[in-house]
Structures are given as C-alpha cells and as structure tokens.
C-alpha cells in the first residue's frame, strides 16, 4: 500500500475519486426526483444499479482472464482475474445489501425469492467458493487454473441475472423493470453520472489490488 501510494500521481488521483464520490452522494440527494410511489426509497436506484454494473464488469474481466491465464499462463492474467474478483465480489455484496433497502419500504418485506434477486444471490455464492479454491486448492499453479475455469463458468449467471425478468414469468417476478432510455433527463443524467463515478473507483481499485498482488508474488519469488 505503502508503495502504490508513494506516487503522486496515485494520491492525487484518488482524492479525486473521493472527491466525485461525495458529489455524486450529494447530487443525488438533492437534485434528484422524487417518485411519488417510492420517495426517499427511490433514491438507491442511483447508487444500486451503477454499483452491479460495476459487479457484472468486473467478473467479465475474471472471464476473459481466465481464458488468457489458461491460454498461456502468465501471472499477469491470473492476478488481473483474482483481483477482479475481489472487487466484483464485494460490489455484488453491497448490491445484495442495497437492494434489500430499497425493497423494504416498496415490497414490506427485505427479501423475497425472485428469479432476479435469487440468481444474484447464486453468483455471489459461487464466488465464496471461488475464494475459498483461492484459499485451499493447495498447489499454486493447479489453483490458479481451477480458479479461472470456475471465474468462466461463473459469468454465465450474468446474463441470466440480466435477463431473469425475460425468463420467468411475469407472475414470479417482484423486481421492478426500468428502461433507462424512456426515463426523464433528470433521472437518467445523474444515473450516467453515477455510473460513470462507479467505474472510474472501480479502475481505480483494480489498479491497486493489481499492484499489491504483483508485490506480493515478488515478494514470495525473493
């Protein structure tokens, strides 16, 4: 950490980051529409959606690392895979977290067993177990290669999370379906802002952890 941050140019930018962070929070706050159903509740749509964009983007990334490590492996592609997990795990996990919030006031209740809700909760799932490979798959190489098959077929729930409210019938659906392209400048602008912030964290973060993991196996190779 000590190292990443030894750069200027590092600090600078993530104070930049926290900087659009905290306008984001209050742009939407203040600037935002109230919906005459949802009120306050409504408000989690612009940190919600954005936030498992970020997820979703993050484990396309552990996808096509894996298919290049397997390819030929080079550490690289495996740590560009694990840290993109990391990162797409623990937004995944404030996705879970979010959602349940806004469901609450709007549904009565913080949980129900949705096709959208429950397939994200499958993915997040794998992912424990993906850590857990991570963690005790026992010889380096052998875990690396195990790890990217499992991040290649993980990602194939996301398109089914995308898509559940396609797939299921309209009567076991509880998940609200918004069509950003149909909604109200002032809904749709500040939610390009926000996913626009997300993604630039979320660069930022994998930068980070890229570097920290890179330290780490050069540390273990000396």
Same mark, same amino acid.
């Given at each position: 950490?000590?190292?990443? !941050?030894?750069?200027?140019?590092?600090?600078?930018?993530?104070?930049?980051?926290?900087?659009?962070?905290? !306008?984001?929070?209050?742009?939407?706050?203040?600037?935002?529409?109230?919906?005459?159903?949802?009120?306050?509740?409504?408000?989690? !749509?612009?940190?919600?959606?954005?936030?498992? /964009?970020? @997820?979703?983007?993050?484990?396309?990334?552990?996808?096509?690392?894996?298919?290049?490590?397997?390819?030929?492996?080079?550490?690289?592609?495996?740590?560009?895979?694990?840290?993109?997990?990391?990162?797409?795990?623990?937004?995944?996990?404030? $996705?879970?977290?979010?959602?349940?919030? /806004?469901?609450?006031?709007?549904?009565?209740?913080? /949980?129900?067993?949705?096709?959208?809700?429950?397939?994200?909760?499958?993915?997040?799932?794998?992912?424990?177990?993906?850590?857990?490979?991570?963690?005790?798959? @026992?010889?380096?190489?052998?875990?690396?290669?195990?790890?990217?098959?499992?991040?290649?077929?993980?990602?194939?729930?996301?398109?089914?999370?995308?898509?559940?409210?396609? !797939?299921?019938?309209?009567?076991?659906?509880?998940?609200?379906?918004?069509?950003?392209?149909?909604?109200?400048?002032?809904?749709?602008?500040?939610?390009?802002?926000?996913?626009?912030?997300?993604?630039?964290?979320?660069?930022?973060?994998?930068?980070?952890?890229?570097? $920290?993991?890179?330290?780490?196996?050069?540390?273990?190779?000396?």
């Amino acid at each position: 950490m000590e190292l990443f !941050f030894s750069k200027r140019i590092n600090i600078i930018v993530a104070v930049i980051i926290f900087t659009l962070l905290v !306008f984001n929070i209050y742009n939407i706050v203040n600037n935002t529409p109230m919906v005459p159903d949802q009120f306050w509740a409504q408000k989690i !749509f612009y940190f919600h959606v954005p936030i498992a /964009w970020t @997820g979703f983007l993050s484990y396309l990334i552990v996808m096509i690392a894996g298919i290049l490590y397997l390819k030929n492996k080079k550490m690289i592609w495996d740590h560009l895979g694990f840290a993109a997990a990391e990162i797409g795990t623990l937004f995944v996990f404030l $996705v879970l977290i979010t959602g349940p919030i /806004w469901a609450k006031p709007i549904w009565g209740t913080w /949980w129900t067993w949705e096709p959208r809700l429950t397939t994200t909760l499958i993915l997040f799932l794998i992912y424990v177990g993906y850590f857990m490979l991570r963690k005790f798959g @026992g010889h380096p190489e052998r875990t690396s290669r195990y790890a990217a098959v499992l991040g290649i077929v993980a990602f194939f729930d996301v398109p089914i999370i995308f898509y559940s409210v396609r !797939f299921w019938e309209e009567k076991y659906q509880s998940h609200p379906q918004v069509e950003i392209t149909k909604q109200n400048p002032e809904i749709v602008v500040p939610f390009l802002i926000s996913l626009v912030i997300f993604t630039i964290l979320f660069s930022f973060m994998l930068k980070y952890r890229l570097h $920290v993991l890179k330290v780490t196996h050069n540390r273990k190779i000396d």
